[in-house]
């Protein structure tokens, strides 16, 4: 068989953004390919019509609203002009009976649509302070704040936290707002200002009403949000938070309800699952109320995913929604008394779903298959597409389960073969470590994990205590970075050892991103069991990583339970950190970081990188430019390519 190759992902087809028109007779979704001679990515428009994939666009429609069954808007720059670097916004509308797309609206305004009612569109604008009125001025005026943002281009002036976002830069004084654009009248009203946030916002197409969730803030971003309708024939406004000091996701107008998910994070800290609600938007009393123990999300980890997706919806008398089961994200709904119903047990992902008159349709990873578009019925998935072919022919090692029972849980790993496995010979072999922590590996298609297992090697990875998918209880390793997660991934490591003699421990490897880079900088400090490691993203010190990333003054103290300002506190966080055991290291270790990685800041790496040389071991620091922590997802190919040439390399 045809092995898969370090750049094989990009002949891959990643899916996303699956939507039925408002009447359910048109199905349309987002398909991203690879250019490698532009290093860049590209997005098309298909559509599922009598069991037959069309396209409709090419290189263009990301972000698509439909106006009505047979029209879409989507966001555009067709006329290819100089890049402005002042706000703009172009939108075009296509006919999908036929026809070209033609430009409707231009504004001077950085806007995406976030839904259309009759004829009002609602808008969610990436303002910026420093801009202010700018879409409002005129020529003159114009000319000045363009001036002046020029002037200023080589400064940055914090006085927030956070000032920065992973993936979207600077964000002071920046902010998310709704805004209703009435195209008969021209005319924009704004449903939240200069200093709030919109996070979600669903529109519920039978009355007219939309819901959202956002905070307000000058000097510190909250953890927690409140819930706002809007209708949006008058755009009068409404708080209607039921409970205060709660985080929500999820919130939909459900009947003449609301439904969401909110947690107070005080049991287990701010990645908590929390509980499903209903409750009454004019009294704002809760009406049913539950714990399912689901994150209610996908924390399924892959590298072949790029755009994404809806992952709730309402339709009818139900509130469909996918969460992390085990190794598995699946589909699950809730009817109005808050009866849980689980509609599928794939062992995959289901990683975006849109409902309409009760026809599920569905984007996922399904066994070692691409992302395809699903019909959902009867708990059964039947695929609609195939615009994955690519691995057709190639070598797939499938995922060998090891479960096992420890500290009265239930722990799931898994062990990929190179081909044509002969027990009689010596294999080398590469621990990985998932991210997150809260995220877990499965048995979907992961391109890195397949290269290597087609280079020769013996791949293992499992899930830890601190891992999605096995409750609260299981998820809760606040304080105890570095100790139970520790023990349960050098536990894994024994049972692979002993279930697969053909290891050669002499050539095992240690790596993993983010949580999974903390992890292996733990891991070469506590034991010299691995030839070599590659730490990606990673965390090296809490006490820097608390004052240096965007959600490091929040995220450090909740996780290691400590506290800077505090003696115990502050021994507590410098206790996790992987920097404190560097003097111990004897593994020599490959550091991958992105500067622009605002989550895992590149000085956690560097530190790292530089105590190891100051005690003489062999170590090398890769640091991607303009990258971010998305780098082994959404990087760009190039990049992505040469990522996995470091670590073969450097394993070699």
């Not at 805004?179 to 009355?207: H, P, Q, R």
């Not at 790993?413 to 470590?433: Q, S, W």
């Not at 090697?457 to 997660?485: A, C, L």
Request: with cysteine.
């Amino acid at each position: 068989m045809d092995k898969i190759l370090i750049d094989s992902f990009t002949r891959f087809k990643f899916l996303g953004n699956p939507k039925f028109s408002p009447n359910g007779k048109r199905f349309l979704f987002e398909a991203t390919k690879c250019n490698l001679e532009k290093n860049s990515y590209e997005t098309s428009l298909y559509s599922i019509e009598k069991g037959l994939t069309k396209k409709l666009t090419a290189n263009s429609g990301s972000g698509f609203k439909f106006l009505n069954d047979d029209e879409i808007i989507f966001k555009d720059d067709r006329e290819k002009e100089e890049k402005k670097t002042s706000p703009s916004s172009k939108f075009y509308k296509l006919n999908l009976t036929g026809g070209e797309a033609e430009k409707i609206m231009e504004f001077d305004r950085n806007l995406s649509i976030v839904d259309i009612y009759k004829n009002k569109i609602v808008f969610l604008e990436n303002y910026s302070k420093a801009w202010g009125n700018y879409s409002d001025a005129n020529d003159e005026e114009k000319k000045k704040i363009e001036k002046q943002v020029e002037e200023d281009k080589d400064y940055e002036i914090f006085d927030e936290i956070p000032f920065w976002g992973n993936g979207i830069g600077f964000t002071n004084k920046k902010r998310s707002r709704l805004a209703i654009y009435d195209m008969s009248t021209k005319k924009f009203t704004y449903l939240t200002d200069g200093l709030s946030d919109v996070f979600e916002a669903n529109l519920d197409k039978n009355s007219g009403n939309l819901v959202f969730t956002a905070i307000t803030f000058e000097n510190k971003a909250p953890l927690t949000n409140q819930i706002f309708i809007v209708n949006l024939m008058d755009a009068s406004v409404k708080e209607i938070t039921p409970i205060e000091n709660m985080s929500y996701a999820f919130t939909h107008i459900f009947g003449d309800n609301i439904i969401t998910m909110g947690t107070d994070m005080k049991s287990h800290g701010i990645n908590e699952n929390g509980d499903f609600m209903i409750f009454n938007p004019e009294s704002k009393k809760i009406l049913k109320r539950i714990h399912t123990d689901l994150s209610g999300w996908s924390s399924v980890g892959s590298d072949v995913r790029y755009t994404g997706g809806s992952t709730a919806t309402v339709d009818g008398d139900y509130f469909y929604f996918t969460s992390t089961i085990k190794y598995a994200c699946e589909l699950f709904r809730l009817d109005k008394d808050l009866n849980l119903e689980q509609l599928t047990m794939t062992n995959g992902s289901i990683d975006s779903i849109d409902v309409c008159d009760g026809k599920i349709y569905s984007i996922a990873l399904i066994d070692q298959e691409l992302q395809e578009v699903y019909e959902i019925k009867n708990g059964e998935l039947n695929s609609l597409t195939k615009m994955n072919t690519e691995l057709e022919g190639k070598y797939i090692a499938k995922p060998n389960l090891i479960e096992w029972n420890a500290n009265g849980y239930d722990y799931t790993g898994f062990v990929l073969l190179p081909e044509n496995f002969d027990k009689n010979k010596k294999y080398p072999a590469v621990f990985e470590i998932h991210g997150g922590p809260k995220t877990v590996f499965g048995t979907v298609f992961y391109h890195e994990l397949q290269y290597l297992a087609n280079e020769g090697y013996i791949v293992f990875f499992t899930n830890p205590r601190g891992s999605d998918g096995y409750g609260n209880e299981f998820m809760d390793i606040f304080g105890h970075y570095g100790e139970w997660d520790y023990e349960d991934l050098m536990h894994f490591a024994d049972l692979v050892m002993e279930k697969y003699p053909q290891i050669d421990k002499d050539n095992v490897f240690v790596t993993g991103g983010s949580y999974g880079g903390f992890m292996t900088n733990w891991i070469i400090g506590h034991t010299d069991r691995f030839k070599r490691a590659c730490s990606q993203r990673s965390i090296a010190n809490w006490i820097s990583m608390w004052g240096t990333t965007d959600i490091g003054y929040y995220f450090a103290t909740d996780q290691t339970d400590g506290d800077v300002w505090d003696k115990v506190g502050f021994e507590k966080m410098w206790n996790q950190s992987p920097l404190k055991y560097a003097d111990k290291v004897t593994t020599p270790t490959l550091f991958i970081h992105s500067n622009e990685d605002y989550r895992c800041y590149h000085v956690e790496g560097i530190q790292m990188y530089t105590a190891l040389k100051v005690h003489g071991i062999e170590s090398r620091l890769v640091l991607f430019k303009g990258e971010n922590h998305e780098l082994s997802r959404s990087g760009l190919p190039k990049h992505r390519i040469r990522r996995l040439q470091e670590i073969r390399d450097w394993f070699k």
